[in-house]
């Protein structure tokens, strides 16, 4: 391990621990005056950044070494910590206490503040500067950088694009009021449930790489970091302790059985029969799934339920305007006099020629019309079962309830039914047409 500057790297370790120690104390002081000690999730990231920056600074003076690998590591990690300081403190904004720290301190024996001072600020800024460890060796690397250090630049890159896009997403889906209370599954948290603690999972490995690069005292020093930061975030107080927060939220279970627990994946098809599904196989027309929402189910699990949603709208609307051309011909047809194709023998006419509502009504106009309520509603259910009733026309006969079931397990919706209803009204109060 000779060559490796011993004496400056210990110095510099000192360095890294008063910064670290520095950033803990001044958010300790800020948060006992806020009265809010979740200000120091925000100190976990500043830590980094001020370490980075001391120990840049620290090789700089002692001219240690390689010029280009210290200015890599230091903008890397400055970057990775600003970033994730600014997003959680704009996440927390405006809010109270976390309630895993009013658990934590309300275990406190004695001074509330003291207690979080030596079991929280004090044990984070030992973890930032263990942590820190590859950010720090790597700066002392004197040999030139060579393929491994931007292999590991590249790994970082890949981890900083799934945390902030993770996030990004995140935030968007909670800002939204319909989705409260709902499961994060769109996006990169349809492939993984925490893409925020892989990202930083590979930012810390590609760090360490570069460590690597700068000779094998660094890798040696380093190696501890990425170790220690996978446990914490696969098992310690990322993911394990996240996830046992949200066991018991409604479609949780169905979530975990779809998406990988760490590492990306595709999603996995959803276990059963799919009720737990945004589009549930069991809606079918005449016992058979309808070939447009099969196709909108499966694109669903890909895309995410709303451009699903989208996508049973567009087929739908295409349905509308065939009602609608349907509607179109046979008002033409009573303009010129003529009668309906239906009036032959043995066949059903449309309902504003014929005005018995059950026996001989054909109710493709009403169809027509069921279908252009629910689209100008933009109501994906009930598009969904009006689109499966006029794919699959009613038996012979058949009564309301038979025409529900047919239509699927859950029945046509008030609006739609008092759409229908207000058709088949007109259709009695109309007399028959002349033989």
């Not at 590591?73 to 405006?94: D, E, Q, S, Y």
């Not at 720090?136 to 790994?155: D, K």
Request: hydrophobic share 45%.
């Amino acid at each position: 391990m000779s060559g490796f500057p011993w004496g400056a790297f210990a110095a510099g370790l000192g360095w890294a621990a008063g910064a670290a120690s520095v950033v803990m104390l001044v958010t300790f002081a800020v948060a006992v005056r806020k009265g809010v000690h979740r200000v120091v999730d925000t100190a976990w990231g500043l830590g980094f950044a001020a370490v980075a920056a001391v120990t840049w600074a620290a090789t700089e003076a002692a001219g240690e070494g390689d010029p280009g690998r210290r200015a890599l590591v230091v903008v890397l990690t400055v970057v990775w910590g600003l970033r994730l300081a600014a997003h959680i403190a704009r996440r927390g904004r405006g809010h109270g206490e976390d309630p895993r720290y009013d658990a934590l301190l309300a275990k406190a024996p004695g001074n509330r503040d003291l207690y979080a001072l030596r079991v929280v600020y004090l044990l984070q800024g030992a973890l930032v500067w263990l942590v820190s460890l590859p950010v720090q060796a790597s700066s002392y690397g004197s040999g030139p950088m060579s393929a491994l250090a931007w292999t590991g630049a590249a790994v970082w890159a890949v981890g900083l694009g799934f945390e902030a896009v993770g996030d990004a997403q995140l935030a968007r889906f909670r800002a939204d009021p319909a989705n409260q209370g709902r499961i994060m599954d769109r996006g990169l948290w349809s492939w993984t449930r925490h893409p925020n603690y892989f990202g930083d999972f590979l930012v810390w490995w590609g760090l360490f790489l570069i460590a690597c690069d700068a000779g094998l005292p660094a890798a040696a020093v380093s190696v501890l970091s990425p170790l220690v930061m996978s446990y914490l975030l696969i098992g310690g107080s990322g993911k394990r302790l996240l996830e046992r927060h949200l066991a018991d939220r409604p479609g949780w279970a169905a979530y975990t059985a779809c998406t990988s627990g760490f590492f990306p994946r595709p999603p996995r098809p959803a276990p059963g029969n799919g009720a737990d599904r945004p589009f549930p196989l069991s809606l079918t027309a005449g016992g058979k799934p309808h070939a447009v929402l099969r196709r909108a189910v499966v694109v669903g699990h890909r895309l995410g339920a709303r451009e699903a949603q989208s996508r049973v709208e567009g087929e739908g609307a295409r349905v509308v305007r065939r009602g609608d051309s349907l509607d179109d011909r046979a008002a033409g047809s009573a303009r010129l006099g003529e009668k309906p194709l239906a009036q032959r023998p043995g066949q059903r006419g449309p309902a504003h020629f014929r005005g018995d509502p059950g026996e001989g009504v054909d109710h493709r106009d009403d169809r027509a019309q069921v279908l252009r309520t629910c689209a100008a509603g933009r109501d994906a259910a009930r598009l969904r079962e009006a689109m499966a009733e006029a794919s699959h026309p009613r038996p012979p006969g058949g009564t309301q309830g038979q025409a529900r079931d047919d239509a699927g397990p859950t029945g046509l919706r008030p609006a739609c039914s008092s759409a229908r209803s207000v058709r088949r009204s007109a259709a009695r109060t109309r007399p028959p047409a002349p033989p």
